[in-house]
T-cell receptor, first 116, second 111 residues
C-alpha cells in the first residue's frame, strides 16, 4: 500500500533563516505531488504541484520554492523565511494519469511551522 | 463569491445522533466531490469521493450530491466521540483538476 511521509512534524525557525521541508511517497511510481498551506480556520491553499521529476508548477507567487529531485521526493524550500510563512504545510500525492487516475489526493500529516 | 462555502461550526451533537454536514458551490461545471476528515494536528484523510448525483454510502457515512442545487452533504449515522474532527468538503472539475477545499466544519460528539 502507498504511504506518504513528511518531516519534521514541528519546526520553529527565526525570521530570515532558510527552510527545507521534505515529503516522500512509498508504494507508487510517478505520482503527482502537491504542497499546500493551511491557515487556521481556512481551507487549504495549493502552493506547488509536480507531475514528474524536475517539473514544478507554482500556484501563487511567494517566498517559497519547490523541487522534485527524485520520483517520489518533493521538497519545499525558502532562502529567507518571513513571519507570514508560519502555517501548517501539507504534502499530498495522487496517482498519475496512467494509474489510479480517479483517486483523489492523499495527504501526509503535515509540518507545523512557526516563525519567530 | 467563493467557489465553495462551508459553515465553520463548531457543531456539537450527542453520541448516537445523526450528523449532517453541508457545502454549497457556485459553478455547475464542478463534477467531482470529496469529503476529508482532519483530526487536530494531522493531515486530511479522504473519507469519500464521487462523480455522481445521488447518494454514496460507506459504513456509517453517506455522501449526497445534488447538482441541480449545487449542494453536497455528508451524513454520519450513529455518531461516535471518535468522529470528533474537522470535516472538509472539496470539489474539482475532474479527478485530474485542481481541488478547491471548503474551510472545514469543526464537529464535536459529546459522550
Amino acid at each position: 500500500s502507498q504511504t506518504i511521509h513528511q518531516w519534521p512534524a514541528t519546526l520553529v525557525q527565526p525570521v530570515g533563516s532558510p527552510l527545507s521541508l521534505e515529503c516522500t511517497v512509498e508504494g507508487t511510481s510517478n505520482p503527482n505531488l502537491y504542497w499546500y498551506r493551511q491557515a487556521a480556520g481556512r481551507g487549504l491553499q495549493l502552493l506547488f504541484y509536480s507531475v514528474g521529476i524536475g517539473q514544478i508548477s507554482s500556484e501563487v507567487p511567494q517566498n517559497l520554492s519547490a523541487s522534485r529531485p527524485q520520483d517520489r521526493q518533493f521538497i519545499l524550500s525558502s532562502k529567507k523565511l518571513l513571519l507570514s510563512d508560519s502555517g501548517f504545510y501539507l504534502c499530498a500525492w495522487k496517482g498519475s494519469e496512467l494509474m489510479d487516475s480517479n483517486q483523489p489526493q492523499h495527504f501526509g500529516d503535515g509540518t507545523r511551522l512557526s516563525i519567530l | 463569491q467563493k467557489e465553495v462555502e462551508q459553515d465553520p461550526g463548531p457543531l456539537s451533537v450527542p453520541e448516537g445522533a445523526i450528523v449532517s454536514l453541508n457545502c454549497t458551490y457556485s459553478n455547475s461545471a464542478f463534477q467531482y466531490f470529496m469529503w476529508y476528515r482532519q483530526y487536530s494536528r494531522k493531515g486530511p484523510e479522504l473519507l469519500m469521493y464521487t462523480y455522481s448525483s445521488g447518494n454514496k454510502e460507506d459504513g456509517r457515512f453517506t455522501a449526497q450530491v445534488d447538482k441541480s442545487s449545487k449542494y453536497i452533504s455528508l451524513f454520519i449515522r450513529d455518531s461516535q466521540p471518535s468522529d470528533s474532527a474537522t470535516y472538509l468538503c472539496a470539489i474539482s472539475y475532474s479527478s485530474a483538476s485542481k481541488i478547491i477545499f471548503g474551510s472545514g466544519t469543526r464537529l464535536s460528539i459529546r459522550p
